[in-house]
């Protein structure tokens, strides 16, 4: 006992000691005897048993009233596949501690116990020998289960969100490279998702909106992801056709069906077949041709102006307007069973006022275009973004893009300044470059950071420098601008 008493105080288990103390699972360090010569902090607090009350204790009278033991067999302690052990790999339970049966058996022992709070715990008990094959101390750890399951669920349920994000990330990559709608506000987000959706029916769709906030543009993406892509898309302005001849644009007419008709004609609805046709500004439509379209609508099958031959047609239908076509049933301007056939599927594109951090992507899009077109090399003006911002835009991004154009081909500068903008858009430039009274504390903020951070990019034109301008980091320039959609510079 002598021998095994001095290499107690050998600095190679002292230090075995501090590391222990230093590992954030419990550990206890027994000798052969199964008295209790260590204890680490996490252990104390698994138990409940401060290192004074457990040193120099035996362990069968320190953990007195635990649960029983399952052991390992000695062919499953073996084996590499621990994760996937159940209690048919060990065997018959006992009240003999792990430190213990460790030293009768002379090997590693694990075992399966409970805590008195019923955590379950994996307890491997390793035996340390000296140079004389005798056992010095028995070094055990624990390992909560439980707590170890709950870790792992919750690095799971972390590594799934992830995984959504990852894919909703791509999706927004991949939807915003192929798409003409601009933007990323949640307006524009929550109306790609939408179209996705409906893109993959053949429902009838009715698009509603302002004027100018791009019905087209949307009924275009809603084709263009459709299983009918490859098929025709023919678009009709039903307000630009008049009302005599819309009839026969639509559903054509046979030789001598009225005056002038010298020959027969395919209309519109033919030559969309297989494919899709727009119908804009269905709100204009004349009630007297409603029914002969609820019927292509219901039946599918329409005869040609002075025809009498039933034609089958295989056309996928999306209506446009900027009128409220319920309204319009309340006061029999437009049948109710024709618009409830039209908005199967509604849509409604919010106007540019409603997503206004999206009109600097827009406005700088279309600069890029209108450079390309005129051979120019315009750019905006911090002040002048600013101006774009603020107009209430009654023509939506229509009307965007018309002004940005003739901010393009006026003024022989490159810099298009606010006093352009305003001379283009018919409003005040003292008054454009002012917070506006109507914002809150935190939007007031935003809109000076968007001031100073693109006056400062479009001056010193790296991040490192405006930075240095602006007295921060060059991270906080890089994350600002992108938050606040600073493009251009």
Known sequence: MRDTQQQWEDPRFINMYVLADLVNQPIHITTPDGVVRFVNKAWSTMYHKPLEEAVDRHIHDLLEGEHLNYYLSVEDAESEDLENLSYEHFTEPKSTSA???AVEERRQITCLTQTPTYNQMMVTATPIFNDKNEI???FTLVQDLTAMGRWRDAIEQEMQKNTVLQRELQYLRN????????GNSKAIVALRRLITVVASSDASVLISGESGVGKEVVAKEI????Q??????ITVNCAAIPENLLESELFGHEK???TGAISSKVGLFEMANCGTIMLDEIGEFPLHLQPKLLRVLQEREFRRVGGTKRIPIDVRVIAATNRDLLAMTKTGSFRMDLYYRLNVFPIQIPSLRQRKEDIPLLASAFLNQFNKKYQKSKFFTTQAIFSLEQYPWPGNVRELENAVERLVVIGEKDAIT???V???MGTDSSESVNLPGNVTLKESVAILERRLISEALSTYKTTYKAAEALGTTQSTIVRKAKALGITGW
């Open 136 to 138: 010095v101390c028995v």
């Open 418 to 420: 606010v006093d352009q």
């Open 256 to 258: 001598g069906a009225f």
């Open 223 to 226: 084709y263009s992801e459709s």
């Open 175 to 182: 939807s915003q490279a192929d798409s003409n709608l601009i």
């Open 99 to 101: 430190a213990v049966q």
């Open 422 to 424: 305003c001379a283009v």
């Open 228 to 233: 009918r892509k490859d098929k025709p898309f």
